[in-house]
């Protein structure tokens, strides 16, 4: 492995990883005395840099702390206020060198960093922003922030999270240091050829055998996409059922995912529709589809129903455009934003006859949790055999919401003849559902003709048996990687959990022992003064038998004179 520790201090971090002969160190750090210490350790694959890392090179002042752990590398628009009472501060000012990360990387040819961590209190953000592109040769990111900065224009959590977002890269773990006023945040490098662009309002990511598909900033469906979890059996189904001439209905299209895949199906022979109700999104979803050349598509901006008429569509927090939904029971999810807007709904029956529509080779339905009203609105569409075949969302939340539930929408599904099925992305069929209780998330399909569907599954053309067959593998690597990363985020979390269970137990402990030893002082203490009130008990009785003594000696000598 490859760590390049920013900040390396006395090499606390990077050391341990020094043992092991295969990995090469690169400690990077400014304070004289740590430099000296690190390179104390004379290991042949131990790399120690006496400069600083940042976003423009040149010399700039270091400001050096007792402690260490508060030196920084100031603005310039602060020095000023500084340099006067830097000794009355406790700081001692130096020169450093300032060299940006690819620089640094080019001049020792290395070609993939595994860890990078930062420890540059203020100064990370620039450290980062000196990468340049070879940001991307980075697979690993740890960075230590603080939430209470002292120091001047300084980027926030939220600052770095977007910018490496827009890089690639996701934020995977964030425990809190010192009673929250640190964070050490760790990203993982998810694209390396990342063309988002936040800066301009959208996200941009290259979807395999589609192209690149735009979706809102920081969209967590555009996220998931990025990093090949989303709906992967899914997409292979379309790519092994549809052809050309196909009619495809993308019910809850958001910007397009299933609509583009459909348009490289159909080969700008068949007929694509597509409804999303958000604004953003249908703009989005009109941008895509022309993006790829696709003339046969009609957008339509409303929502579907079981009737006629208009409904408040609340809306997702920003990234959470794909949330968006009519299901009143939402207002309290952490999905949904404070926003709202009043659009027209539609039933699907109506929606086919304007259009002139006798028969939708597939539709997909996804619109959190409003599935049952839309298959309501389409009853005479569905029963006058328009709609062969559906893949339809079961959420037991979002169906909730609206005041159903998943079971609900299966004796909806059936009443209308309808078998439902699930696809097997191993045999590359659909097979009957067994009935379930409910569901967390599942795509299931609604199907008039098992057979027939099957029957047209395995006489796809090869070509496009191999992408399914692709886009399946590629999406079982991606949902592997991230249980994995999960389970590893999990452990971590337990352990970090552990050590403060364990300190807290360790300080209670203490906590009791002190009491203890208190107890044990104080009842020392009563002892002495219980010896000492017995003492003084007894000295009293002394006192008073010399007194009686005393006494009974007078009484003799008044008997004696009276005689």
């Not at 043992?19 to 750090?29: G, R």
């Not at 004289?32 to 350790?41: C, F, K, L, T």
């Not at 240091?177 to 945040?185: D, H, S, Y």
């Amino acid at each position: 492995m490859i760590i390049v520790d920013v900040g390396a201090d006395n090499g606390k971090f990077s050391l341990p990883f020094v043992k092991d002969i295969n990995n090469i160190v690169y400690a990077i750090e400014l304070v004289p005395e740590n430099v000296e210490q690190i390179r104390s350790h004379n290991k042949p694959n131990l790399h120690v840099f006496c400069t600083a890392m940042g976003e423009q090179e040149g010399i700039s002042n270091f400001y050096v702390n007792t402690n260490n752990f508060t030196s920084f590398l100031l603005p310039e628009s602060s020095t000023s206020n500084l340099e006067s009472n830097v000794e009355e501060m406790g700081f001692k000012m130096i020169k450093a060198n300032v060299t940006r990360l690819d620089n640094f990387i080019k001049q020792n040819t290395i070609v993939e960093i595994d860890v990078l961590k930062i420890n540059a209190p203020g100064y990370e953000f620039q450290v980062l922003k000196g990468a340049g592109k070879y940001i991307h040769c980075i697979q690993k990111i740890l960075i230590q922030i603080s939430n209470n900065s002292i120091y001047e224009k300084v980027a926030n959590k939220e600052e770095i999270v977007e910018y490496l977002t827009n890089k690639g890269f996701r934020l995977v773990y964030t425990p809190s240091l010192t009673v929250g006023l640190k964070e050490n945040l760790e990203f993982v490098r998810i694209n390396r050829y990342s063309i988002a662009n936040q800066q301009l309002g959208y996200f941009d990511v290259k979807v395999p055998y589609v192209g690149v598909l735009r979706t809102p900033t920081n969209d967590c469906v555009g996220q998931y996409l990025e990093q090949g979890i989303f709906e992967g059996s899914e997409q292979a189904f379309l790519w092994l059922y549809l052809r050309p001439g196909d009619t495809f209905f993308d019910c809850g299209s958001h910007t397009g995912l299933f609509s583009c895949i459909a348009a490289k199906r159909l080969c700008n022979t068949g007929r694509i529709v597509g409804f999303d109700p958000n604004p953003i999104c249908f703009q989005l979803y009109e941008h895509n589809l022309k993006n790829m050349g696709c003339d046969c598509f009609t957008a339509l901006n409303l929502g579907l129903s079981e009737t006629k008429g208009f409904g408040e569509l609340l809306l997702g927090k920003p990234g959470m455009s794909a949330f968006s939904t009519f299901a009143k029971g939402t207002k309290t999810d952490p999905y949904i934003g404070n926003e709202n807007l009043l659009v027209e709904q539609l039933p699907l029956d109506d929606v086919l006859q304007n259009l002139d529509i006798n028969r939708v080779d597939l539709a997909k339905i996804d619109v959190e949790g409003w599935e049952s009203l839309v298959l309501r609105g389409a009853n005479q569409s569905i029963r006058a055999g328009k709609f062969p075949l559906l893949m339809i969302e079961f959420t037991e939340a979002n169906a909730v919401a609206a005041g159903s539930n998943t079971r609900e929408l299966r004796t909806i599904i059936e009443s209308f003849g309808y078998t439902l099925c699930r696809f097997d992305p191993t045999n590359l069929c659909l097979i009957p559902e067994p009935i379930r209780q409910q569901y967390y998330y599942a795509n299931l399909f609604a199907v008039m003709d098992v057979e027939e569907v099957n029957e047209r599954l395995a006489n796809a053309d090869s070509e496009a048996v191999e992408v399914a067959k692709d886009i399946i593998t590629r999406w079982d690597m991606a949902i592997s990687a991230a249980k994995l990363q999960l389970t590893l985020i999990q452990e971590k979390q337990s352990s970090h959990e552990l050590r403060q269970w364990i300190e807290n137990s360790d300080a209670a402990i203490a906590e009791k022992n002190q009491i203890i030893q208190e107890l044990q002082n104080s009842q020392k203490n009563l002892e002495v003064l219980l010896a000492a009130e017995r003492q003084l008990v007894s000295n009293l009785q002394n006192q008073l038998k010399s007194v009686e003594v005393v006494h009974s000696q007078l009484n003799q000598l008044s008997q004696n004179n009276n005689q």
